[in-house]
T-cell receptor, first 117, second 112 residues
């Protein structure tokens, strides 16, 4: 069964600096998708970025980028020029392209990011 | 664009009561899900559906039931509420392929 591990329960960053959140996953499949979701105190789940495993190029969305290392099964999220509004829980998620677990996303336990002014 | 609509936003139940959490999506998504999120924790899958008329259990189905009579709607039924069901409940839907999950705004349920 696939698993997703976020080894950092909490992280802190100074405003305007860069922070990297770690995510590793375990799978025997070769084709899948990875996502990062943000959950601010409002409780909403917001998609931050997605990566398709067959694409070698790392995904980027404005200040958010990923470092996707397929062989190492690693999918870290880098947040540049951190802003106070980036403070939130961040969840890493995996899904098989074939919808292995009937199309279910498998989530990590989350990393709580604090941003210091 | 409504996306995924969950109702109610908040609810307090007494032990043993029942209720239905409503979820509707207007994106014609086949896949729909119910998750629960306990304080400080990640998301645990309760039930999911891959299309109208098809549902299956997730990681934590006990104490819950679902139905999927239409593509749009995926209600979650709590029978005989227990304090252990105090949580925030999220409904979500997705299309196929690399389509991400679209979440509702959540329902905060307290059972006392």
């Amino acid at each position: 069964a696939q698993t997703v591990t976020q080894s950092q329960p909490e992280m802190s960053v100074q405003e305007a600096e860069t922070v990297t959140l770690s995510c590793t996953y375990d799978t025997s499949e070769s084709d899948y998708y990875l996502f990062w979701y943000k959950q601010p105190p409002s409780r909403q789940m917001i998609l931050v970025i997605r990566q398709e495993a067959y694409k070698q190029q790392n995904a980027t969305e404005n200040r958010f980028s990923v470092n996707f290392q397929k062989a190492a099964k690693s999918f870290s999220l880098k947040i540049s020029d951190s802003q106070l509004g980036d403070a939130a829980m961040y969840f890493c998620a995996y899904i098989s392209r074939e919808g292995g677990s009937q199309g279910n996303l498998i989530f990590g336990k989350g990393t709580k990011l604090s941003v210091k002014p | 664009n409504a996306g995924v609509t969950q109702t109610p936003k908040f609810r307090i139940l007494k032990i043993g009561q029942s209720m239905t959490l409503q979820c509707a999506q207007d994106m014609n998504h086949n896949y729909m899900y119910w998750y629960r999120q306990d304080p400080g924790m990640g998301l645990k899958l309760i039930y999911y559906s891959v299309g109208a008329g098809i549902t299956d259990k997730g990681e934590v189905p006990n104490g819950y039931n679902v139905s999927r009579s239409t593509t749009e709607d995926f209600p979650l039924r709590l029978e005989l509420a227990a304090p252990s069901q105090t949580s925030v409940y999220f409904c979500a839907s997705r299309g196929t392929g690399a389509s991400p999950l679209h979440f509702g705004n959540g329902t905060r349920l307290t059972v006392t």
